[in-house]
């Protein structure tokens, strides 16, 4: 479920996203992170929404670290480091040095599922990409996406797939 305070981290984070948009559409990451920082460390801000931003912050310094220490090829030729960290689930990580036989299954079926996931996700996108391609060469007319979509496969804004989307 999301909080009141998730919901408003997430407002700062599209207001300063739209407020960055050059004619083009387009905005840059670290500008755009620049900016929610600064809306951060507004001293008006309300406690329950720093207190969020700092869960979010331990939360991606956490991530930060994990994938700094997931195993991967070294010199040695092997995924070996005593300092990594392999992954087994459920919040669960575990000290490479401190692996079992078991654990190593266990990340060998994480990880096999994981790369399905990763496969059929890209699937899609290469699936979406080559139909909006042929769409675009079919419609020369037509520059924008949005207007493609809305032309040739009439997408809309009361489609109900948006209502996850927070309203900007």
Same mark, same amino acid.
């Given at each position: !479920? /999301?909080?009141?305070?998730? @919901?408003? @981290?997430?407002?700062i984070v599209e207001q300063s996203a739209v407020a960055?948009?050059?004619?083009?559409?387009?905005?840059?990451?670290? #500008?755009?992170?620049?900016a929610v920082r600064e809306q951060l460390a507004r +001293?008006?801000?309300?406690? #329950?929404?720093?207190? &969020? &931003?700092?869960?979010?912050? &331990?939360?991606?310094?956490? /991530?930060?670290?994990?994938?700094?220490? $997931?195993?991967?090829?070294?010199?040695? $030729?092997? =995924?070996f480091h005593p300092q990594d960290v392999i992954k087994?689930?459920?919040?669960?990580?575990?000290? !490479?040095?401190?692996? /079992?036989?078991?654990?190593?299954?266990?990340?060998?079926? @994480?990880?096999?599922? $994981?790369?399905?996931?990763? %496969?059929?996700? %890209? $699937? +899609?996108?290469?699936?979406?990409?080559?139909?909006?391609?042929?769409?675009?060469? *079919?419609?020369?007319?037509?520059?924008? @996406? +949005?207007? =493609?979509?809305?032309?040739?496969?009439?997408? /809309?804004?009361? #489609?109900?797939?948006? *209502? *996850? =989307?927070?309203?900007?």
């Open positions: !479920m /999301t909080s009141t305070a998730d @919901l408003r @981290l997430q407002h960055l948009t050059d004619a083009t559409g387009r905005f840059h990451k670290r #500008h755009l992170t620049d +001293e008006d801000l309300d406690p #329950h929404i720093k207190a &969020a &931003a700092l869960d979010k912050l &331990a939360q991606s310094l956490v /991530t930060g670290f994990g994938e700094q220490r $997931n195993p991967r090829r070294r010199r040695t $030729n092997r =995924l087994l689930g459920n919040g669960i990580w575990v000290w !490479m040095a401190r692996a /079992t036989d078991s654990d190593i299954v266990e990340w060998r079926r @994480l990880s096999r599922r $994981n790369r399905a996931r990763v %496969d059929l996700a %890209d $699937n +899609e996108v290469q699936d979406y990409t080559d139909e909006v391609l042929d769409a675009f060469r *079919a419609h020369t007319d037509i520059v924008y @996406l +949005e207007d =493609l979509e809305r032309v040739v496969f009439g997408w /809309t804004e009361d #489609h109900t797939d948006q *209502a *996850a =989307l927070p309203e900007s």
